[in-house]
């Protein structure tokens, strides 16, 4: 089992920066990959990052390439997002989620945070 709690979340100016953070439980941390994803309102839940096990591959989706940088700490069981240059269409609910080694569908999902970017 793991349980995920996103942190981090608020209120920015179109430009601006913030870093989601995402605390994990569970001895099994290290061997998961992690993932981040959004719903905006009015619309279906979308992919925006994820990290391997080791953190060193990562992928992004094309919105948010080059503004956001996904990240991990094992030894910290967290996992970051860093998000700069925002945009009023990345306000979302941010989800982080972890799928074990091996599986593509995501098992485990945080509560999420809401960022909210102004105009």
């Known amino acids: 089992q793991v349980q995920l709690v996103e942190s981090g979340g608020g209120l920015v100016q179109t430009g601006g920066s913030l870093r989601l953070s995402c605390a994990a439980s569970?001895?099994?941390?290290?061997?998961?990959?992690m993932g981040w994803f959004r719903r905006a309102p009015g619309k279906e839940r979308e992919f925006v990052a994820r990290i391997s096990w080791s953190g060193g591959s990562t992928y992004y989706a094309d919105s948010v390439k080059g503004r956001f940088t996904i990240s991990r700490d094992n030894a910290k069981n967290t996992v970051y997002l860093q998000m700069n240059s925002l945009k009023p269409e990345d306000t979302a609910v941010y989800y982080c989620?972890?799928?074990?080694?091996?599986?593509?569908?995501?098992?485990?999902w945080g509560q999420g945070t809401q960022v909210t970017v102004s105009s």
């Open positions: 569970g001895r099994t941390f290290s061997s998961y990959t």
């Open positions: 989620a972890a799928t074990p080694p091996g599986q593509a569908l995501y098992d485990y």
